[in-house]
């Protein structure tokens, strides 16, 4: 299985935790077409971001966390997000960072030449539906459940804006909400990130340089009952941005900053 599920082992709250790009699995398939050098497969992940969201299930939420690399399959952008250059019968608008990743963040070729698109296809039918047939069922039964249901983006972002960024060299601040411009979901889940961040200290910034993503876009429907919103982590919170390795005296301290978050928002009535 490409993607791992974990129930709520708590009574139960209406809160699904997605977490897509913490993985760094190749499956062999795949890796017969990477040309990314092994270090981008780390800095382009979200690591250690499954870990942080540990506790999900222990406040009543279900943890989603994806296994692969987003080098195989970038399970936050939508299933046409494709280009000419990446795959066979791609679309005609360039989309280096999309549904597979053709250029690492540092510009360097992740993919040798356009995929077959019987490759294209054999991702889409092994990793990225069922993922997003799973995230959407879960979604529906808490919505049953509950009258509502939270979606929790777990990512993180490099701190500083890299070279193929939107915002080279600039310092990002500690924790990004990322809600389509305050769209995606009612005004008490957007702001309880930031105010679980606000008691910790941390600097908090709306949308910028992140909106969210596919699966914020495409499930954030407040109005049907389905709110979710993208909550980005900067990685100097946690961990050594060069070496890679987790900070030891700082990463119990965001594992309970998500804890809390999942909890506040498993408080919300929306109903």
């Avoid at 990743?101 to 040798?112: C, K, S």
């Avoid at 701190?159 to 305050?182: K, T």
Wanted: aromatic content about 6%.
């Amino acid at each position: 299985m490409f993607f791992s599920v974990q129930e709520p082992q708590a009574a139960e709250i209406p809160v699904v935790v997605e977490v897509p790009h913490a993985g760094l699995a190749v499956d062999p398939q795949s890796l017969a077409t990477l040309e990314a050098p092994a270090r981008a497969l780390g800095f382009d992940a979200d690591l250690y971001v499954d870990e942080l969201y540990a506790a999900a299930p222990l406040e009543g939420a279900t943890l989603l966390a994806s296994r692969v690399s987003r080098y195989v399959c970038d399970l936050n952008r939508g299933e046409g997000d494709v280009d000419a250059l990446t795959a066979e019968g791609g679309n005609a608008r360039s989309t280096p960072h999309g549904l597979v990743w053709r250029t690492t963040t540092e510009a360097l070729p992740a993919i040798a030449r356009p995929l077959p698109r019987a490759e294209l296809e054999r991702r889409l039918e092994q990793i990225y539906r069922p993922y997003h047939n799973t995230l959407r069922e879960l979604l529906e039964d808490k919505r049953r459940r509950f009258g509502f249901a939270i979606l929790l983006c777990g990512h993180s972002m490099p701190s500083q804006g890299r070279s193929g960024h939107s915002d080279p060299g600039r310092v990002r601040a500690d924790v990004v909400p990322g809600s389509r411009g305050r769209t995606s979901a009612a005004p008490e889940v957007i702001l309880t990130p930031e105010r679980v961040a606000g008691e910790r200290g941390w600097s908090v910034s709306h949308d910028d340089p992140y909106r969210g993503g596919y699966s914020t876009t495409h499930y954030g429907r407040p109005g049907d009952g389905v709110h979710a919103v993208q909550v980005e982590l900067a990685r100097r919170l946690y961990m050594d941005e060069q070496t890679l390795a987790r900070n030891a005296s700082d990463f119990s301290k965001v594992q309970s900053f998500c804890r809390t978050l999942v909890a506040r928002l498993g408080q919300l009535a929306l109903a």
